[in-house]
């Protein structure tokens, strides 16, 4: 099946196109060309009618699906959705990642990592997925989270302890077919009993983890709010950190030489940013807030790559769907450039998370995982919240709502 879909505007990604009338052409769930209006009409007409369709829809930009590179897709965004994932069936649980799927594919967001769950269940949703594209966005999964024994997230039932417990923990993982291995190498405001600013595992359990994964062909990836986790999971070669926040018992105390070398080892960050406005936030993040803001800033400018994973589903700040706040933030908070910040959460987030050769451009040999939104995304970043339509592996996504994300 032959599918055109043509818009006024395109972003490809890492650029906006310019071409009269930009037209994507589909056939089987890849995108075979990107052309001028008139010209993608010729591509059609050499097609039966009964193999080839288009779709014209009108004054809008046509651009990649969004990746978000951390959410949680068990969570319910609820006041405690650890306790809450961790209390439910899984019959329960996985009914309720359905839905997050839904309205995560509502927004635009086409591929996610799902940075912990329970019971591997993200790995089942993904399955599911993979069969049923209109339906939710591609799922790359990790499972549990590894962490110590009463640590950050341990009532999902990812605990492990020592050199020789994280490294059966990360074969367990890669044998159940995870895509990627999540660590909590620093505590977390969810859990009680943690503590952002205290690092969960040491030096050599974190590269006896990396070592691990990478034997297995898995990137890994560190859920890491301390100085000295950040540090150390930078030595221990992982591959990107999710918030990086250098969280102290009473602010944010970046490290300037750590920030150097992430900056030079080309390991990126997972941001967490997007959130609905004027949010309610945990009393240890409202307080923090302005100096992570400050301090994305000067990764910036140390040069550091660094994507948006929205942490979707952990409380009521950030339902699932969240992520095209993030744009917005990127431009207004940070001083980004509309186009970086798109790609911050398009073609950048896709490398970041493995498929920069398949997902977050719209280019030919691509999955066509398409949007579209009302309005000018480079002009404003805000059009990302008015998303007219979704096309996932080429599938128009007819049944999912319109999301409710308040501009």
Wanted: proline share 7%; aromatic share 2%; net charge negative.
């Amino acid at each position: 099946m032959m599918l055109a879909i043509r818009g006024t505007r395109l972003f490809d990604g890492e650029r906006p196109a310019k071409l009269a009338s930009p037209t994507v052409v589909i056939a089987d769930g890849r995108i075979l060309d990107v052309r001028p209006g008139d010209s993608a009409s010729a591509v059609l007409a050499d097609n039966t009618p009964s193999r080839a369709t288009s779709a014209d829809l009108g004054d809008v930009t046509l651009m990649p699906g969004l990746v978000d590179t951390h959410v949680h897709l068990g969570f319910d965004a609820g006041p405690d959705p650890i306790g809450r994932l961790a209390s439910v069936s899984a019959d329960e649980a996985l009914d309720m990642m359905r839905a997050a799927a839904r309205t995560t594919l509502a927004a635009g967001i086409t591929t996610v990592r799902d940075l912990g769950d329970r019971d591997y269940l993200a790995l089942r949703l993904r399955d599911e997925l993979a069969q049923r594209p209109s339906e939710g966005p591609q799922v790359l999964a990790a499972g549990p989270p590894i962490t110590t024994t009463r640590g950050h997230c341990g009532a999902l039932g990812g605990k492990a302890d020592g050199v020789d417990g994280i490294k059966a923990a990360v074969r367990e993982h890669a044998e159940r077919g995870v895509d990627v291995i999540k660590v909590m190498a620093s505590g977390g405001v969810m859990t009680e009993g943690t503590r952002s600013e205290l690092p969960q595992y040491g030096l050599h359990e974190l590269r006896a983890a990396a070592e691990e994964a990478h034997r297995l062909g898995l990137p890994i990836t560190a859920h890491a709010h301390a100085g000295q986790a950040i540090a150390d999971v930078l030595a221990a070669g992982f591959d990107s950190i999710e918030h990086c926040s250098f969280m102290t018992a009473d602010g944010v105390e970046p490290h300037a030489e750590t920030i150097a070398a992430i900056a030079a080892a080309g390991v990126a960050v997972s941001a967490t940013l997007g959130m609905l406005p004027d949010p309610t936030l945990p009393p240890a993040i409202a307080t923090r807030i302005n100096a992570i803001i400050d301090l994305l800033r000067s990764m910036t400018l140390a040069g550091v790559t660094i994507v948006c994973g929205s942490d979707a589903g952990i409380g009521p700040p950030k339902p699932h769907g969240v992520l095209p706040h993030a744009v917005r933030q990127f431009v207004d908070e940070l001083g980004w450039p509309p186009a970086e910040a798109l790609g911050a959460v398009t073609s950048r987030a896709a490398r970041v998370c493995g498929l920069g050769d398949r997902k977050g451009r719209i280019a030919p040999g691509f999955d066509a995982d398409i949007i579209a939104v009302n309005g000018d995304p480079l002009r404003d970043p805000a059009a990302v919240l008015d998303v007219r339509a979704v096309f996932r592996m080429g599938q128009r996504c007819e049944s999912v709502p319109a999301p409710v994300t308040p501009a």
